[in-house]
């Protein structure tokens, strides 16, 4: 006997085909038979699917999932979208280890700001067999973060490791890869990834590469601005440095050899909107005929995560509490602001005070929120650099999204063949206490409504593509992200014609609508929009290349 038998329903596959009209049965933890006119009778369980569409579950190919996961186990705001496997510990941060000194320090100030748990591990394994311990919702794959590797190493330091200290770096690297990982995500943009030269994240991605992992890279951007060491490898932009920083994405996968992926890709600020992409498409095209497996991931908005962009490198040099203290010296404060001030008021700025706008603040603040900083900084009566650099001295930062990205590009790259879909968001309560960016809880169903049903930007196969095997594929889960009898069963049903987001930039705690069935490794977990309290996702563990 089968588990479940969804009937009648418009199987979309996962490969870009066709749909066609079939039947699909689950038995255990697998997709048992896909076929027309299944029977019934053989089934404990039958699900009509009539009128609605039959998908792999998507696969959230950038996420910032590792501590959700362990916090809210049910990820509401993530499996009402579909998604049954999350891909996490992006831009250079492992919060799932490894975890000690300053790194340690760091994820456990993060979890005391946002979530009410113990951090109870400091390895990919033991945060492994946390997970299994408790259960959760959605498979979760995950990555050794740079950023969090150099912090249990040289701490907050803007130098150069010492070779004792890079080979200590390459081991932890090594052990969480053995351990199960599936890559090294760097994020030469934030502190301290962004103290790294480009030698020492190549270093890094060679240990990943012996393993066969990937990398993926939150791009640096603006990373080397303003630093006093210098010595980089290549010249920055005055106005922008994208197309440098995607050229170093590039570099870290042809000289470590493995593949490479641009993650959230966008085009920030004005000076890029609209005519930038094309070229920096042509970069990306030319290495991958030069063989190097490049991919990009995307996410459906013109909002980025980050209130501020722009705040200088140097003076964040030692960790949180020096920055403070620079803050609160007076010449240092004047300097800090002055940089600020050019890079959120000038044509540097990739998004300006009012496109700001304010999420999350303190008690004090509390109607800031939902406002954009030039609104908050004429109700304070100060200018929108003095507030935000006030909160930050005084550990009450203002956090929030700005306006960075233009909707035609957002198109281009959701067309581009080589983009996967990601969320850059977390797993978090239906009833999540914090404003946050509507991506965590809007992100694949606003790509089925919007550009999928009515503007026609994706055909619904290729959508699914980009939100499936894509993906999987990238990960080396071959035996998930396509409908196949013996694959796993993480399946997604939903009503093409009614499926859509209900999250808002200024009010995102919103579910979806439309999502009628998830199945996690053939557990029903979403039905009829209901999470059904089962817990069946599972860490998935890379598989160590052998020679």
Same mark, same amino acid.
């Given at each position: 006997?089968?588990?479940?038998?969804?009937?009648?329903?418009?199987?979309?596959?996962?490969?870009?085909?066709?749909?066609?009209?079939?039947?699909?049965?689950?038995? #255990?933890?697998?997709?048992?038979?896909?076929?027309?006119?299944?029977?019934?009778?053989?089934?404990?369980?039958?699900?009509?699917?009539?009128?609605?569409?039959?998908?792999?579950?998507?696969?959230?190919?950038?996420?910032?999932?590792?501590?959700?996961?362990?916090?809210?186990?049910? #990820?509401?705001?993530?499996?009402?979208?579909?998604?049954?496997?999350? %891909?996490?510990?992006?831009?250079?941060?492992?919060?799932?280890?490894?975890?000690?000194?300053?790194?340690?320090?760091?994820?456990?100030?993060?979890?005391?700001?946002?979530?009410?748990?113990?951090?109870?591990?400091?390895?990919?394994?033991?945060?492994?067999?946390?997970?299994?311990?408790?259960?959760?919702?959605?498979?979760?794959?995950?990555?050794?973060?740079?950023?969090?590797?150099?912090?249990?190493?040289?701490?907050?330091?803007?130098?150069?490791?010492?070779?004792?200290?890079?080979?200590?770096?390459?081991?932890?690297?090594?052990?969480?890869?053995?351990?199960?990982?599936?890559?090294?995500?760097?994020?030469?943009?934030?502190?301290?990834?962004?103290?790294?030269?480009?030698?020492?994240?190549?270093?890094?991605?060679?240990?990943?590469?012996?393993?066969?992992?990937?990398?993926?890279?939150?791009?640096?951007?603006?990373?080397?601005?303003?630093?006093?060491?210098?010595?980089?490898? %290549?010249?920055?932009?005055?106005?922008?440095?994208?197309?440098?920083?995607?050229?170093?994405?590039?570099?870290?996968?042809?000289?470590?050899?493995?593949?490479?992926?641009?993650?959230?890709?966008?085009?920030?600020?004005?000076?890029?909107?609209?005519?930038?992409?094309?070229?920096?498409?042509?970069?990306?095209?030319?290495?991958?005929?030069?063989?190097?497996?490049?991919?990009?991931?995307?996410?459906?908005?013109?909002?980025?995560?980050?209130?501020?962009?722009? %705040?200088?490198?140097?003076?964040?040099?030692?960790? *949180?509490?020096?920055?403070?203290?620079?803050?609160?010296?007076?010449?240092?404060?004047?300097?800090?602001?002055?940089?600020?001030?050019?890079?959120?008021?000038?044509?540097?700025?990739?998004?300006?005070?009012?496109?700001?706008?304010?999420?999350?603040?303190?008690?004090?603040?509390?109607?800031?929120?939902?406002? %954009?900083?030039?609104?908050?900084?004429?109700?304070?009566?100060?200018?929108?650099?003095?507030?935000?650099?006030?909160?930050?001295?005084?550990?009450?930062?203002?956090?929030?999204?700005?306006?960075?990205?233009?909707?035609?590009?957002?198109?281009?790259?959701?067309?581009?063949?080589?983009?996967?879909?990601?969320?850059?968001?977390?797993?978090?309560?239906?009833?999540?206490?914090?404003?946050?960016?509507?991506?965590?809880?809007?992100?694949?169903?606003?790509?089925?409504?919007?550009?999928?049903?009515?503007?026609?930007?994706?055909?619904?196969?290729?959508?699914?593509?980009?939100?499936?095997?894509?993906?999987?594929?990238?990960? #080396?889960?071959?035996?998930?992200?396509?409908?196949?009898?013996?694959?796993?069963?993480?399946?997604?049903?939903?009503?093409?014609?009614?499926?859509?987001?209900?999250?808002?930039?200024?009010? *995102?705690?919103?579910?979806?609508? #439309?999502?009628?069935?998830?199945?996690?490794?053939?557990?029903?977990?979403?039905?009829?929009?209901?999470?059904?309290?089962?817990?069946?996702?599972?860490?998935?563990?890379?598989?160590?290349?052998?020679?």
């Amino acid at each position: 006997m089968w588990d479940y038998l969804i009937k009648n329903g418009y199987v979309v596959d996962g490969t870009g085909a066709p749909w066609f009209k079939a039947d699909l049965a689950i038995e #255990g933890e697998k997709i048992a038979e896909i076929n027309r006119r299944l029977p019934a009778s053989k089934a404990d369980m039958v699900l009509d699917a009539k009128g609605l569409v039959v998908s792999p579950g998507f696969i959230d190919m950038h996420s910032h999932a590792e501590i959700p996961f362990i916090a809210y186990p049910t #990820g509401d705001s993530m499996i009402h979208q579909g998604v049954t496997t999350q %891909f996490a510990c992006q831009c250079g941060t492992s919060g799932s280890g490894p975890l000690k000194g300053a790194a340690l320090e760091a994820i456990q100030r993060r979890v005391k700001l946002a979530h009410d748990i113990e951090v109870d591990w400091t390895t990919l394994a033991e945060y492994m067999a946390r997970f299994e311990r408790q259960g959760c919702s959605i498979n979760g794959a995950f990555q050794a973060g740079h950023g969090t590797i150099r912090l249990c190493v040289l701490g907050w330091e803007n130098r150069a490791p010492t070779k004792d200290e890079l080979d200590e770096m390459k081991a932890l690297v090594a052990q969480t890869m053995e351990e199960g990982a599936f890559g090294l995500s760097t994020g030469p943009m934030y502190t301290p990834g962004n103290y790294a030269e480009t030698d020492e994240l190549i270093e890094l991605a060679k240990v990943a590469a012996m393993y066969g992992g990937i990398h993926t890279s939150h791009d640096r951007r603006r990373g080397w601005e303003s630093d006093p060491r210098g010595g980089r490898d %290549f010249i920055t932009t005055t106005i922008d440095s994208e197309i440098w920083s995607i050229m170093e994405v590039i570099k870290i996968g042809e000289e470590a050899g493995l593949p490479t992926t641009w993650t959230h890709a966008k085009a920030c600020g004005a000076v890029n909107w609209e005519k930038s992409l094309d070229q920096w498409f042509k970069i990306i095209d030319m290495a991958r005929r030069r063989g190097v497996d490049v991919a990009i991931d995307v996410y459906p908005w013109t909002f980025r995560g980050g209130i501020v962009r722009g %705040f200088p490198t140097w003076a964040e040099e030692g960790g *949180p509490e020096k920055m403070r203290e620079r803050l609160k010296d007076p010449e240092m404060y004047k300097k800090i602001r002055a940089y600020v001030k050019e890079m959120m008021e000038t044509t540097l700025a990739e998004h300006t005070w009012d496109r700001a706008l304010i999420l999350t603040a303190t008690e004090e603040d509390q109607d800031l929120v939902g406002k %954009f900083m030039t609104e908050a900084a004429e109700i304070r009566g100060m200018e929108p650099v003095d507030l935000f650099l006030d909160r930050m001295k005084e550990d009450k930062e203002l956090g929030g999204i700005g306006q960075a990205m233009h909707e035609e590009d957002v198109k281009a790259l959701l067309k581009n063949p080589l983009s996967m879909v990601g969320t850059d968001g977390s797993p978090l309560p239906a009833n999540y206490h914090m404003l946050v960016h509507p991506r965590n809880y809007g992100t694949f169903p606003k790509i089925l409504r919007k550009y999928v049903r009515q503007e026609r930007v994706l055909t619904l196969e290729d959508a699914i593509r980009k939100m499936t095997s894509a993906g999987a594929t990238k990960l #080396g889960l071959m035996d998930r992200g396509v409908l196949r009898p013996g694959f796993w069963a993480d399946i997604t049903v939903f009503d093409p014609l009614n499926v859509r987001e209900r999250a808002t930039y200024q009010d *995102p705690i919103q579910l979806p609508e #439309g999502i009628e069935y998830v199945f996690v490794n053939g557990t029903l977990t979403i039905e009829h929009d209901k999470h059904t309290g089962a817990l069946a996702g599972i860490p998935l563990r890379h598989k160590i290349a052998e020679d």
